[in-house]
């Protein structure tokens, strides 16, 4: 039988026959900041919830297995049709009774036609100064961040 039982301070999943407990993980969401030759950022419009049908940075979930890095380059070629390179990790962002886990990376296009994938509506390159409003919490700070590592 199982049963919630408080270890360390938080209610998890136990059996009581096997002494087995249950660690639900957290998801991994690998984000790629696109920048091309203008210094313009990729932005995606989203055809999925969350936020569906505003603007963000190609991003997805990372497979069981995959490498984080490996997932932004699938990510992006999924929603944008580009390929890309990843250039260095800008962060990892996270919020206290969210599991969801971001990695962030910033990305060089190198190949690839701009066609929205089935998870875009849209795809489309934005001047900095010109973004329109982005859907998700750290989406700020992680502009923010990727400034501050352009300037080094």
């Known amino acids: 039988m ?27 969401v690998a984000v790629a900041i696109v920048v091309n030759q203008k210094r313009e950022l990729l932005l995606v ?12 940075f190609p991003s997805g979930y990372v497979d069981n297995g995959e490498a984080v890095e490996d997932a932004v380059i699938r ?3 999924e929603e944008t049709n580009l390929d890309i390179v990843v250039d260095n ?10 599991p969801i886990i971001l990695v962030v990376y910033s990305a060089t296009e190198i190949g690839g036609n701009l066609l929205p994938g089935p998870e875009s509506q849209e795809v489309k390159w934005f001047r900095l100064n010109n973004l329109p409003k982005l859907p998700f ?8 961040d990727w400034n501050k590592s352009n300037k080094r």
């Open 45 to 56: 419009k989203r055809n999925i919830e969350p936020a569906l049908g505003e603007w963000a």
């Open 89 to 98: 990790l800008i962060g990892v962002y996270s919020n206290t009774g969210n």
């Open 137 to 144: 919490p750290h989406d700020n700070k992680i502009i923010d």
């Open 2 to 28: 199982t049963s919630g039982q408080d270890i360390d301070g938080i209610q998890r999943q136990y059996c009581d026959n096997c002494g087995y407990i249950d660690f639900i993980d957290p998801k991994v």
């Open 75 to 77: 990510e992006a070629k």
